[in-house]
């Protein structure tokens, strides 16, 4: 069993940066975050491969958000840049047991709790 606990949302203007942490309680493969806007369903973001070299990300943040991992510290981040918005959501962390990066929601076997991130206009 795995324990997921994000950090870092908070309130930002439109045009800011905020980093999201997924902090992992063991060792974890395939990583991801989604989002859940109020009233919408859970959306894929961002995915990262176990050693790293692998990632795949939503045509809706390609260029803004970065997602990256430090295995030593078991722990994800997301770098998320010119935010807008309609990126307002809970966004949440998942792990899966595959050592390759992993868009499906239905492929993960643990989720954190999630963290608002709330963006001003």
């Known amino acids: 069993q795995v324990q997921l606990v994000e950090s870092g949302g908070e309130l930002v203007q439109a045009g800011g940066s905020l980093r999201l942490s997924c902090a992992a309680s063991g060792r974890t493969y395939a990583m991801g975050w989604f989002r859940q806007a109020p009233g919408k369903e859970r959306e894929f973001v961002a995915t990262?491969?176990?050693?790293?070299?692998?990632?795949d990300y939503a045509d809706s943040v390609k260029g803004r958000f970065t997602i990256s991992r430090d295995n030593a510290k078991n722990t994800v981040y997301l770098q998320m840049n010119s935010l807008k918005p309609e990126d307002t959501a809970v966004y949440y962390c998942?792990?899966?047991?595959?050592?390759?990066?992993?868009?499906?929601?239905?492929?993960?076997?643990?989720w954190g709790q999630g963290t608002q991130v709330t963006v001003s206009s």
């Open positions: 990262i491969s176990w050693s790293g070299g692998s990632t």
């Open positions: 998942a792990a899966g047991r595959s050592v390759v990066a992993i868009t499906q929601a239905s492929r993960y076997d643990y």
